[in-house]
Structures are given as C-alpha cells and as structure tokens.
C-alpha cells in the first residue's frame, strides 16, 4: 500500500462523518436514532426558491458550465443583500465570490494564505474547519480562550506580540456555531483595528447571521470601518433560507483576498449548475422578513424548549440569542462520556463539544432543527436515562 501524505498525519477524521457512520450503523441494526447533533434545516427553503429552481433546469440553455465566479446576476443579488440588510456596498465584480458552499471557501481560503510556520488564530471553541485548513498546510494554531465568563469571546488583547507578527488569519464567527455567543458592532470594531495594526486577514463566518431571537439583530463584520482593508466575509444560503445541501454560498469583502481565494478555488473546481444561482438570486429577493421571522420563532419556541429541560438532563447553558444551537455544559462528567452514553442507551445522538476544540471538553452541542414531535421524544428518552444514572 501507498503511505498517505504526509499532511493527513496531523488531519483527524472529521468529526461528523465518525458520528454519521455509527448512526448508519445502528439504523441499519433496526434502531430509531433521532439525531440532535446535527444543524440541518428541517423545513424547505420559500416555495419559490424551489420554483425558480426547477424552472432554471427546464431551460436547456442553462445546462453548461456557469464560471468559476459563478453568474454576474447572482453576485449582483449578493451585493443587494449587503446594501439592503448591512448597508454596505460591494463591487459584483470585485468584492463578491460565489462558493461551493462556505466550508469550501473556509479550506481553500488556508491553502491561498498560510504556509508552513505561520500562525492562524482561532478560539478554543470553533468550527473545525478553521484549524483543519491549517493544519493541511502545516501552519501553526494559535487557540485563544474562551469561555462562559467572557461570554465565548476572544480576548485579542490577551495575544502575545511575537505570536501577533507571525499571525496570517484571525477567524471570528458570530452568532457563533457551537456556543451560540453574540457580539455587537463595537467588538467588530475592535477585531478590524487589530487585524488592520498587524497586517492580519480577517476572517469572518458568518452563516447564522440571520438566525437570531429575542429582537437581536447580528451584524456584518464588514460595517466596521476598516473592514474592506483586511476582511472577508462567508456567508451561507444553508441557514439564512433553509437551503441545506445546496452547498450555496459567498466570499465577500476585501477584493485582492478574493482574488487571492479565487486563484486556488478555480483549480480546485468549478462553478455551481446555473440553476442554484437562479434559485439562490430569488431566495435573495424575494424571500419576506415575515418568512425569516417565522422560521425563527419555530426555532426560538424549540430553544426555550430544551433549555427547560436541561436540569432534568443534567446540563447547564447560557440561553442564546443566535444560531441553532444550545451549548450545554455537563454537571457531572465531560461531554465525550455524556453522548456516547446518551447515543448507546437512549438513541439520540448529541455532538460532543471536544470536537471543536480543548475548551469545548465539558460541554454538548444541541441542535434546534429537528421536527417538534422527535425532539418531545429525544428529550423524553433523555430525561429518563438521566433519571437513572
């Protein structure tokens, strides 16, 4: 057999895809798993996200390949989105790169910018992907701490001078995935300066910007002054229209990063089948506050649901105003021994919150997009095997 690079030494299986396979497992054994660690929409996108869908494919003209950028008329909708929703103005041409989804973006975005002996820094509780990007190009991970008492945001003060000179990219992520920590435009402002101070590209994640309760509305990293100098921004379709599985997204902001982010993405693959944009520009302009509004309150109504029920499962969590997530913390134990128990004693699968890094060892993540009747039945089961313990 032929030795694997070397770079996949260091590179873990993704958590998920370990996860998925033993609920395959135990579904094809007969067992009802009712999956709680994943964050998928479990209702469709505005029917006529999928109208435009299927009315695009019936063009034959559109079925060719679209560009590595994607269509003018898409990125011109992504623009409208910043200017109606941020005020913000972007260049289509420019300031605007269509993606495969944004985890496409996040990895390729580290192949374009780090190598072997720069620093990336990223919080001690994050998307995997951010320190997987870097460690395929064998960077060094700098993890700033976080935790409940600085609200799960990181203390860019806090950094060391020669760790600041060496830094490439600085990832921030608000509504945060798994946490569900918010920020207000001040922080942005701070993050902007110190990224600007050292000559840091700021990365900004920011898929759940539209998923938020209890009147908060999130902000772009991109309102702060300064931004455009060193930031760019992801944003995604999964969560803001419930288009999960689409693999819709853009890379927004600064214009030398994007053309930078593109010279790697287009030898890595091409553009998406001209009728996703298509869909994607009516999701844009067409999809009501009332809709998004709507959609959160289901999920709203499901949070308030299980933090409810948390004591009686023997967790504890910060209520969160964004994001599909509660990040519970486990009163007795640690997270890994916490869901490998729930999932082989109760079925119900929950993420372990060492997945997104060492700070996240005592904590679960519990996702709020899964239909009402099966969480009643994951949070019974839960409860009862709790009682027991």
Sequence with gaps: MR???NR???LPPYVFAVIGQRINEMVAEGLDVIRLDIGSPDTPPPPAVIEALAESARNADNHGYSGYKGTPKFREAVARYYQKRFGVTLNPDREVLPLIGSKEGIVNLALAYLDPGDVVLTPDISYPSYTMGAHMTGAEVY???VNEANG?????SRIPPDIAKRAKILWVNFPNNPTGATVDLSFYQKIVNFCNQHQILLASDNPYVDVTFDNYRADSVLQARGAMDCAIEFMSFSKTYNMGGWR????VGNADILKTLLQVKSNMDSGHFQAIYDAGIVAIDQTSQEWIDERNMLYERRRNRI???LPEIGLDAQC????????????????KSYTEEALNETYVSIAPGAAYGPGGENYVRISVSVPDDRLEIALERLKTWYAKK
Excluded: E
Aim: aromatic share 8%; glycine share 14%; hydrophobic share 40%.
């Design 8 to 10: 996949l030494k260091n």
């Design 248 to 251: 819709l997204g853009a890379a």
């Design 3 to 5: 030795t694997p690079s």
């Design 152 to 156: 799960f945001m990181p203390d860019i």
């Design 143 to 145: 993890l700033l701490p």
């Design 307 to 309: 933090m409810q029920v």
């Design 320 to 335: 969160p105003k964004g994001s599909i997530y509660i990040w519970g913390r486990v009163q007795n134990g640690n997270g």
